[in-house]
């Protein structure tokens, strides 16, 4: 039906004469807004932002019609995020539409995808969020079936969430599809919504609908977390025109085009960006053996994905036309600039610029320490901001426990993907919008009363599995799964396969519940604290089945509890409680023949080695962090060693 796109045009843009009678489309996309209705990050005020973004696909739209052409707008996926900006909405009035809801509608979608974030806070907020649009809005995904939800049933009875939509531009019916990961019940709350894992078949039984109905030109819209899923499955498709992706926040490139400059400052020597992930689009050959064009583009509105292809008359796509590629989002200070639109401006930036100036000015402690919470650091291990978190499901735990009858929690863990700040928090003042940056999440603090020592080990295996044996300098392996962990220790080895990783467990009190690999009392149980996001197995961790209760206490309050109460820390960070780099609670042991005393595999003999040593001292068996000359115990010989040894 469909001939292969060709390859892309020379750098001049083509006239309308020159295009065959038929349809040239301007498809205009966008992934991965996430909240940030005001700027992409603190240091890119000058950038991004709904209201520029508005104006931006309005001048965009304004530039296809001018030249004949015909243009849509898409989204695919994680429309919304939690974090401060998505606060100053979940604090109006009931009834109220929220901020993100309104920019959205501004902008114009003609459809948009599901991502795995539009689920965070549960369906009842996502209900809401598609009902403060007043526009009509379809909201897309082939394998999602959201009639068993209560709060999403009238959207879709309604077909305000559909799994395929179509509109009419230029006198041409374009259709669009959606997509959803199928890891929305570990990494989300979608309630009672079920899931299709058969995501090809799926996506493709409603472009076969749109085909039969007699739509000629398709786009589908997939949010499956990173663009090589898309690529794989963009192989086994047909009569597809175009695949947006999304969920994946890459960076697809052309040589010339403008970048937000922290995307740019990360250039190789050939002026290539070190993200970039392919050039846009990239191509794959489909199930009928021809080229099918994917598109993304990094989220945050820093830009606005603009593919032009043409078509004929039959609908066969032709060319891509150079023009296509990422749109940079600028302020007017910027040659390339636009300004904000003027309804957005008025409508969603004041209020939400207030209610996060509010919590921004309200200083709640002093961090005596730099705090670190870099995704490629705290997903593969332990860091003290971490450590902060864990300890603060802890505390909050064991305040609220006996007032709902349940026992002291003797230990507390974090998945790293909930902790999503992705930066280093300098010492000085520790603020309330801090809690929300780090903890942004509906997260609540939980506690499992009876947790089998043998499910710990479990689900520290599971926090390991992805963690990859990089050499030191390279921490940037492992997934959210990663735990962050309060009441006790642990020691692992990549060199095991994974499921055999986690060396030994022991509590803070000297209790070794692991010990070789091995679980001492398979028989005891030991109450815990946690997020109720892990204990419905979010991110696979082995708990969904076990008995728990949530305390009302969201883990972003207990950030805040924690750090201002006087029995908590009293409205200071101390560095001796949270020095950087962690205390050693999480040890990686990675022996070496060659320089034994390095006991973490850090390629220095430092206070860190030292600590894990004691931490073991007197245990036996092979493959022992601490077991410095290979006796199988952990004594002073050992120490010995890695005192000579001790990096000036």
Not at 72 to 89: H, I, K, Q, R, T
Not at 116 to 134: R, Y
Request: charged content about 15%; proline content about 7%.
């Amino acid at each position: 039906m469909r001939t292969a796109i060709a390859a892309a045009l020379s750098a001049a843009p083509i006239a309308v004469a020159d295009v065959p009678a038929g349809l040239r489309l301007h498809l205009l996309h966008t992934n991965d807004t996430e909240s940030k209705l005001l700027y992409p990050s603190s240091s890119q005020q000058n950038y991004g932002g709904a209201a520029r973004f508005k104006t931006m696909v309005a001048t965009l739209r304004a530039q296809a019609a001018q030249a004949g052409a015909a243009s849509v707008m898409v989204s695919s996926g994680d429309n919304y995020l939690a974090g401060p900006e998505f606060n100053a909405s979940l604090r109006l009035p009931d009834g109220s539409r929220y901020y993100d809801s309104i920019a959205l509608q501004a902008i114009g979608y003609d459809a948009v995808c599901l991502g795995n974030h539009d689920f965070d806070f549960g369906p009842e907020v996502l209900a809401d969020f598609i009902n403060g649009f007043t526009d009509g809005t379809k909201f897309l995904s082939a394998n999602l079936d959201v009639t068993p939800e209560p709060s999403l049933a009238p959207l879709a009875a309604s077909g305000r969430i559909a799994k395929r939509t179509t509109t009419v531009t230029n006198g041409v019916t374009v259709g669009f599809v959606g997509a959803t990961t199928t890891d929305l019940p570990f990494i989300s709350s979608p309630g009672d919504v079920i899931i299709n894992t058969n995501v090809l078949g799926a996506i493709q039984a409603e472009v076969d609908a749109l085909t039969a109905a007699g739509v000629r030109h398709i786009v589908v819209m997939t949010h499956l977390q990173g663009i090589g899923s898309e690529r794989t499955l963009a192989q086994s498709l047909r009569d597809v025109d175009v695949l947006v992706a999304g969920g994946g926040d890459e960076l697809l490139w052309n040589p010339g085009q403008l970048l937000v400059p922290d995307d740019a400052t990360a250039a190789n020597a050939d002026g290539v960006p070190d993200i970039r992930y392919g050039s846009y689009p990239l191509y794959e050959t489909d199930a009928t053996g021809r080229p099918l064009p994917i598109i993304t583009t990094r989220g945050d509105y820093r830009y606005v994905g603009r593919l032009v292809v043409d078509f004929d008359a039959s609908g066969n796509g032709g060319a891509v036309d150079p023009t296509s590629g990422p749109v940079r989002v600028a302020s007017t200070a910027q040659p390339d600039g636009v300004a904000a639109d003027a309804f957005v401006q008025s409508q969603v930036t004041p209020p939400v610029t207030h209610a996060v100036a509010a919590l921004a000015a309200n200083v709640i402690a002093i961090s005596e320490v730099p705090l670190d919470g870099r995704t490629s650091i705290i997903r593969p291990a332990e860091t003290n901001e971490g450590i902060l978190c864990a300890d603060s499901l802890l505390w909050n735990a064991r305040k609220r426990a006996p007032e709902e009858g349940l026992p002291l929690p003797v230990i507390a863990f974090q998945n790293g993907g909930g902790i999503r700040n992705n930066s280093i928090l300098p010492a000085g003042n520790f603020t309330e919008l801090n809690t929300f940056q780090f903890l942004p999440f509906s997260n609540f603090v939980s506690v499992i009363p009876a947790l089998p020592v043998t499910t710990l080990k479990a689900l520290l295996e599971n926090a390991v599995s992805r963690v990859t044996p990089l050499p030191p300098g390279f921490p940037s392996s492992g997934n959210g799964r990663f735990a962050q962990i309060s009441g006790f220790r642990f020691t692992y080895s990549v060199a095991a396969n994974p499921g055999s990783r986690v060396l030994d467990v022991i509590l803070d009190d000297g209790t070794v519940l692991v010990d070789d690999g091995v679980v001492l009392n398979p028989k005891l149980t030991l109450p815990a604290a946690t997020i109720d996001f892990l204990c419905r197995g979010g991110d696979e961790y082995p708990l969904n089945g076990l008995p728990f209760e949530t305390v009302g206490v969201s883990y972003q309050q207990a950030r805040f509890n924690f750090v201002t109460a006087k029995d908590g820390l009293n409205g200071v960070i101390r560095a001796v409680d949270y020095p950087v780099g962690g205390e050693g609670r999480i040890v990686r042991y990675t022996p070496s023949s060659s320089f034994p005393a390095d006991i973490n595999g850090d390629l220095v003999v430092t206070a860190l080695d030292l600590a894990i040593l004691f931490g073991n001292w007197g245990l036996t068996g092979p493959n022992r962090a601490g077991d410095v000359n290979g006796n199988q115990v952990v004594d002073a010989s050992d120490l010995t060693v890695v005192l000579v040894n001790w990096t000036n």
